[in-house]
């Protein structure tokens, strides 16, 4: 039996989706954490008054000190392991997700659009408020652009891309993600990455590349070269609602999407 079938049989799931070619084989990293996500979290250890209390579970991300900072206080995250489910199954667990505060707060989840086969997946940040009326990512100001983007590049927003964004619910007043926020949808997200199984990740803004690639590094720091997520080639450019705010930046935009089509095309 191959280590997915195991893997899946483990977890008592059928096989609903199959992985392009030997994709765990060619992603051992996703494997690891697919395991991870799929083993049951361990018996609570009793409280002693000499120990600090347990950090919630952190999927992957890196903490961004400059949001967790200014993060409203809350209480606790609640981060359950989520075992693999079927692209349906895991679109239902988002959208009655209560891993976090922002559950309180938002009308819709955003899971995604698109394509869930498309072999370009963009990352952005989080819903607006359109995106949180509608349930649909990027629909507002924004997502326009990204569309005329999209366009000019030759890509079919609904048939050649899949586009999602690193958390699921608005943040009150369009305020940027906290860390615990990104650390609470990452297993979403990571399932998202291993049902699509892009050929190429664009990566829109901070917040989706510095959570893809574990660094704290600028933007600007990470534009202009061809990234791996596990081997997955990723490109970073700018957020399209950066790019509204900063009209010249479009031009380095559009250097990132040549960037990536050029990645693309060598991957596919
Ligand atoms: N900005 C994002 O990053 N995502 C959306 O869905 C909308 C605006």
Request: one cysteine or more; aromatic letters at 6%; proline letters at 12%.
């Amino acid at each position: 039996m191959s280590r997915h079938a195991l893997l899946q049989q483990t977890m008592g799931l059928g096989p609903s989706w199959q992985p392009r070619g030997d994709w765990f084989a060619q992603h051992p990293a996703m494997l690891a954490r697919a395991e991870q996500m799929a083993k049951p979290a361990p018996a609570p250890l009793a409280p002693s008054p000499s120990m600090p209390p347990e950090p919630p579970a952190i999927p992957s991300a890196q903490p961004m000190p400059e949001t967790a900072a200014t993060a409203p206080a809350h209480p606790p995250v609640s981060i359950s392991p989520i075992p693999l489910q079927d692209w349906n199954a895991l679109e239902q667990t988002v959208a009655a997700c209560q891993n976090c505060r922002l559950c309180q707060t938002r009308t819709r989840t955003a899971f995604g659009r698109g394509n869930p086969k498309a072999r370009w997946l963009l990352i952005g940040e989080a819903p607006g408020e359109n995106e949180d009326k509608q349930g649909l990512p990027f629909v507002g100001r924004a997502g326009q652009l990204l569309d005329n983007m999209l366009a000019a590049s030759g890509l079919d927003r609904d048939r050649d891309v899949y586009i999602a964004n690193v958390i699921k619910c608005r943040p009150p007043g369009n305020r940027n993600p906290a860390a615990d926020e990104i650390a609470a949808c990452h297993g979403y997200l990571l399932q998202q990455i291993a049902h699509i199984q892009p050929t190429l990740i664009l990566a829109l803004g901070r917040f989706a590349a510095q959570t893809l690639l574990e660094t704290e590094r600028p933007i600007g720091q990470l534009r202009g070269k061809v990234h791996r997520y596990q081997d997955i080639p990723l490109i970073v450019s700018y957020h399209p609602a950066y790019l509204l705010r900063n009209q010249p930046d479009k031009a380095k935009a559009w250097q990132d999407m040549l960037l990536a089509q050029r990645a693309f095309r060598q991957h596919a």
